[in-house]
């Protein structure tokens, strides 16, 4: 009886462990103030190598894209498109197509117009999907909240 419970228990303790989720990639935000009307804010993708996030150019038919959507408010706005550095571009047989994506890390960054000194953080949800080699994940929304600074 003794073997069978340490048998059960060792069964749910690895049934656990295989169950976690995987999250190959990190986001941190930063911020500076350009002057008391315009702000710039980076989000920050940290990639495990292996793994790649995509581009916010992927066209139709693809993997789904990086996107951000920010918080509408009367205190500030994005001003134009968040901008990215160049991406690798690469045939991917799993799309039959090409696509355009980021390894290791990447800095996204969008300008904001204060219209308020009130303003003190932006907030928004980004949605990015990650794969590598051998799979990919589903597509997943990440909110923010970066804080301005004085």
């Known amino acids: 009886m003794k073997k069978l419970l340490v048998l059960v228990t060792a069964l749910i303790i690895s049934v656990g462990a295989y169950a976690q989720i995987e999250s190959p990639v990190r986001w941190s935000y930063a ?12 989000l920050k993708a940290t990639i495990q190598n292996g793994w790649h996030i995509y581009s916010q150019t992927v066209k139709d038919g693809g993997p789904i894209k990086t996107s951000f959507d920010f918080t509408p ?34 800095v996204f960054s969008q300008k904001i ?20 080699d051998m799979k990919c994940l589903p597509p997943e929304d990440v909110d923010f909240t970066i804080p301005l600074g004085k």
């Not at 911020?31 to 980076?42: G, I, L, M, R």
């Open 31 to 42: 911020a500076k103030k350009v002057n008391d009307k315009e702000a710039v804010v980076f």
């Open 113 to 132: 117009s204060l219209k308020s000194p009130k303003a003190t953080a932006v907030t928004g949800k980004l949605t990015y999907m990650t794969c590598n």
């Open 73 to 106: 408010s009367k205190l500030y706005a994005a001003v134009g498109k968040t901008t990215e550095p160049t991406p690798v571009t690469k045939y991917e047989k799993a799309f039959s197509m090409n696509v355009s994506y980021f390894e290791k890390e990447v």
